[in-house]
């Protein structure tokens, strides 16, 4: 069925697309060309099949107008920097729990199944695709965003987001690559439609439902449902799936969950992976460097491209002294979730986690001053940087990775869980999240790290460990902290100024990993855990222990890889 006729089983919606524009129309003294334009659009949507006599319909409506909408009539307020205070309600983070794929004949061979990927039959989709779509008819008004997913026109998507709430459609505005009035008039068909109906909770007696949250993607159909929750990242983190699958599988292309940036001065590409909360978004955010993208990108047969039009920053803990641009980021347009403000002078207070630790921002990624804007450049990477976040203290702040152990880490994934993230993470809690991605894996890790080890073997690129987690004890312990900021940046530095390829080496053991003896910028005992740890023997218990838990999740991937690769990891 084409995209076009799922639209028109919409029934009922639909005004005219830009509702600011329909009164231009109306107006005799208009420019032509508004009118001109909106002829067309209109002329599109009728042939799409809306009836555009009950439900006021807004098509990519202005960041302006949806504002005055989400403070009409969700309570939303403009923050003292002009950004929008918005609230998610009951979730305030992904539920990974109740993301399902679509069980059918063409994901069948390709996703994947397993904990990761819960399987749904094609007709329980059906059931929730109609009552996501029976809410929306519920509505006064209904907001739709097109937008792209890519920024390399070779590989990217169309990608059509229908919501009911200013602030989603507002996010996705901001998350999207944002098409110019020309690209959405030849807009033409969605590749992929998003029904957020989230305000909606799905039926527990529904067949497979186990909650009244759900979010579930069907790649035949190439449409995703969200029921039950109305926290705005499952969006992006639904496109994400989509191209995770895409990428590899229609374009040969390697997808990854990762930030990337550009040296102004060398042009040199640095790709950072990692789970959420190890700190792609922070650390790519570089006085230094232009910025390509904070989340997720695509590692092509010419470069690096961003699948999005913005980034999505955490909030907790953020100041103008730490993290100047992200701070300054957050201006008219920008949408601050969860975020607790003062009453009076509608300050944010991003210290106050008492709605949630996964306060965030999504702004356009040209708010951040050295954005690289078209976010794709055609030069191969230099260096990657993978990202944990140990939350026993046992890693390295750095460590050099040989290419099988590259390999090796991207398999086994390991780091921490941040606290609200998802649903029901309260601590740190340490975790082995394949390819950094688990929760947005579609097809199996292998099929990632072999595209990944041929790229780095053809383009030679570096390989770096950094823990952006504990040091010096564990996560709760009184000598346990998080790897200073200014530290992990000193780290980051000595990548990019090749000072790190240059300096001394040392064995960590049991991990065999080699560790800088010194980094400008970062006191000499703590690059070293065995000296940063003052409880040695607390150390050597915690070393064994992780060690241990590398062995037992490697397991999986052991029989599929290179005998090299299996050696790479931790021996004891
Ligand atoms: N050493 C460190 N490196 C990176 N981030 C750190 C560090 N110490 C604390 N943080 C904090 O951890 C969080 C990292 O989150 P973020 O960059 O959004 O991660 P991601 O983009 O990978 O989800 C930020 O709130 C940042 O301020
Ligand atoms: C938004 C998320 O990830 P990240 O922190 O990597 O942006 C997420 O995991 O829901
Ligand atoms: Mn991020």
Same mark, same amino acid.
């Given at each position: 069925?084409?995209?076009?006729?799922?639209?028109?089983?919409?029934?009922?919606?639909?005004?005219?697309?830009?509702?600011?524009?329909?009164?231009?129309?109306?107006?005799?003294?208009?420019?032509?060309?508004?009118?001109?334009?909106?002829?067309?659009?209109?002329?599109?949507?009728?042939?799409?099949?809306?009836?555009?006599?009950?439900?006021?319909?807004?098509?990519?409506?202005?960041?302006?107008?949806?504002?005055?909408? *989400?403070? /009409?009539?969700?309570?939303?307020?403009? +923050?003292?920097?002009?950004?929008? %205070? $918005? #609230?998610?309600?009951?979730?305030?983070?992904?539920?990974?729990?109740?993301?399902?794929?679509?069980?059918?004949?063409?994901?069948?061979?390709?996703?994947?199944?397993?904990?990761?990927?819960?399987?749904?039959?094609?007709?329980?989709?059906?059931?929730?695709?109609?009552?996501?779509?029976?809410?929306?008819?519920?509505?006064?008004?209904?907001?739709?965003?097109?937008?792209?997913?890519?920024?390399?026109?070779?590989?990217?998507?169309?990608?059509?987001?229908?919501?009911?709430?200013?602030?989603?459609?507002?996010?996705?505005?901001?998350?999207?690559?944002?098409?110019?009035?020309?690209?959405?008039?030849?807009?033409?068909?969605?590749?992929?439609?998003?029904?957020?109906?989230?305000?909606?909770? *799905?039926? /527990?007696?529904?067949?497979?439902?186990? +909650?009244?949250?759900?979010?579930? %993607? $069907? #790649?035949?159909?190439?449409?995703?449902?969200?029921?039950?929750?109305?926290?705005?990242?499952?969006?992006?983190?639904?496109?994400?799936?989509?191209?995770?699958?895409?990428?590899?599988?229609?374009?040969?292309?390697?997808?990854?969950?990762?930030?990337?940036?550009?040296?102004?001065?060398?042009?040199?590409?640095?790709?950072?992976?990692?789970?959420?909360?190890?700190?792609?978004?922070?650390?790519?955010?570089?006085?230094?460097?232009?910025?390509?993208?904070?989340?997720?990108?695509?590692?092509?047969?010419?470069?690096?491209?961003?699948?999005?039009?913005?980034?999505?920053?955490?909030?907790?803990?953020?100041?103008?002294?730490?993290?100047?641009?992200?701070?300054?980021?957050?201006?008219?347009?920008?949408?601050?979730?969860?975020?607790?403000?003062?009453?009076?002078?509608?300050?944010?207070?991003?210290?106050?986690?008492?709605?949630?630790?996964?306060?965030?921002?999504?702004?356009?990624?040209?708010?951040?001053?050295?954005?690289?804007?078209?976010?794709?450049?055609?030069?191969?990477?230099?260096?990657?940087?993978?990202?944990?976040?140990?939350?026993?203290?046992?890693?390295?702040?750095?460590?050099?990775?040989?290419?099988?152990?590259?390999?090796?880490?991207?398999?086994?994934?390991?780091?921490?869980?941040?606290?609200?993230?998802?649903?029901?993470?309260?601590?740190?809690?340490?975790?082995?999240?394949?390819?950094?991605?688990?929760?947005?894996?579609?097809?199996?890790?292998?099929?990632?790290?072999?595209?990944?080890?041929?790229?780095?073997?053809?383009?030679?690129?570096?390989?770096?460990?950094?823990?952006?987690?504990?040091?010096?004890?564990?996560?709760?312990?009184?000598?346990?902290?998080?790897?200073?900021?200014?530290?992990?940046?000193?780290?980051?530095?000595?990548?990019?100024?090749?000072?790190?390829?240059?300096?001394?080496?040392?064995?960590?053991?049991?991990?065999?990993?080699?560790?800088?003896?010194?980094?400008?910028?970062?006191?000499?005992?703590?690059?070293?855990?065995?000296?940063?740890?003052?409880?040695?023997?607390?150390?050597?218990?915690?070393?064994?222990?992780?060690?241990?838990?590398?062995?037992?999740?490697?397991?999986?991937?052991?029989?599929?890889?290179?005998?090299?690769?299996?050696?790479?990891?931790?021996?004891?």
């Amino acid at each position: 069925m084409s995209a076009t006729s799922r639209l028109r089983q919409l029934g009922t919606p639909y005004v005219t697309p830009h509702i600011l524009h329909k009164s231009y129309a109306q107006d005799a003294d208009a420019d032509d060309d508004t009118v001109h334009l909106v002829g067309k659009q209109i002329e599109y949507f009728s042939q799409a099949g809306f009836d555009m006599s009950k439900l006021t319909l807004k098509r990519n409506a202005s960041p302006a107008q949806l504002y005055e909408d *989400a403070i /009409r009539n969700e309570g939303a307020i403009i +923050s003292s920097s002009g950004a929008l %205070i $918005n #609230f998610s309600g009951k979730k305030t983070g992904r539920s990974p729990k109740d993301k399902r794929i679509v069980f059918e004949e063409t994901s069948k061979d390709n996703v994947w199944w397993g904990s990761v990927n819960i399987k749904m039959d094609e007709h329980t989709f059906e059931i929730n695709r109609e009552r996501a779509i029976d809410y929306l008819n519920t509505r006064d008004l209904v907001y739709v965003f097109d937008g792209f997913a890519g920024w390399d026109p070779r590989y990217r998507i169309k990608v059509r987001v229908v919501c009911a709430r200013a602030y989603h459609a507002l996010f996705m505005n901001n998350m999207l690559i944002r098409p110019t009035e020309e690209e959405l008039a030849n807009f033409g068909e969605p590749d992929f439609i998003i029904y957020n109906a989230g305000q909606f909770p *799905a039926n /527990r007696f529904t067949k497979g439902m186990s +909650s009244t949250t759900s979010v579930e %993607i $069907n #790649f035949k159909r190439m449409e995703m449902v969200i029921l039950g929750t109305e926290y705005a990242g499952e969006m992006k983190k639904g496109v994400f799936s989509v191209m995770h699958y895409l990428q590899p599988v229609k374009f040969g292309q390697l997808s990854l969950h990762s930030s990337a940036n550009v040296g102004i001065e060398n042009g040199d590409v640095t790709l950072f992976f990692g789970l959420s909360g190890t700190g792609k978004t922070t650390l790519s955010a570089d006085p230094r460097r232009q910025l390509i993208g904070d989340d997720e990108h695509v590692w092509s047969d010419k470069g690096v491209f961003n699948i999005e039009g913005g980034c999505y920053a955490k909030c907790i803990g953020l100041s103008a002294e730490k993290e100047p641009e992200i701070f300054n980021a957050i201006r008219f347009g920008s949408i601050l979730e969860n975020v607790v403000y003062d009453p009076i002078t509608r300050k944010p207070d991003y210290d106050d986690v008492s709605i949630t630790e996964n306060t965030r921002c999504a702004y356009p990624i040209d708010y951040i001053p050295n954005a690289h804007v078209p976010s794709v450049v055609d030069r191969q990477p230099s260096n990657i940087i993978m990202l944990t976040c140990d939350a026993f203290g046992v890693l390295p702040p750095v460590s050099r990775l040989t290419p099988a152990q590259a390999s090796y880490h991207f398999l086994a994934g390991y780091t921490s869980k941040t606290p609200g993230t998802e649903d029901g993470v309260l601590e740190p809690i340490p975790t082995f999240s394949t390819c950094y991605s688990a929760p947005f894996l579609v097809l199996h890790p292998n099929r990632y790290a072999s595209m990944l080890a041929e790229r780095m073997a053809k383009h030679n690129v570096n390989c770096w460990l950094i823990n952006t987690g504990w040091t010096g004890g564990r996560f709760g312990s009184p000598a346990g902290r998080r790897c200073p900021l200014k530290f992990t940046r000193a780290i980051v530095d000595s990548v990019h100024n090749g000072t790190l390829a240059q300096v001394e080496f040392e064995r960590f053991e049991v991990f065999n990993l080699d560790i800088p003896t010194s980094v400008p910028g970062v006191p000499s005992e703590l690059l070293n855990p065995s000296h940063a740890w003052t409880d040695k023997e607390a150390f050597a218990r915690e070393v064994r222990k992780l060690a241990g838990m590398f062995i037992k999740a490697f397991a999986v991937y052991e029989n599929d890889v290179d005998v090299s690769v299996r050696a790479a990891g931790p021996q004891v």
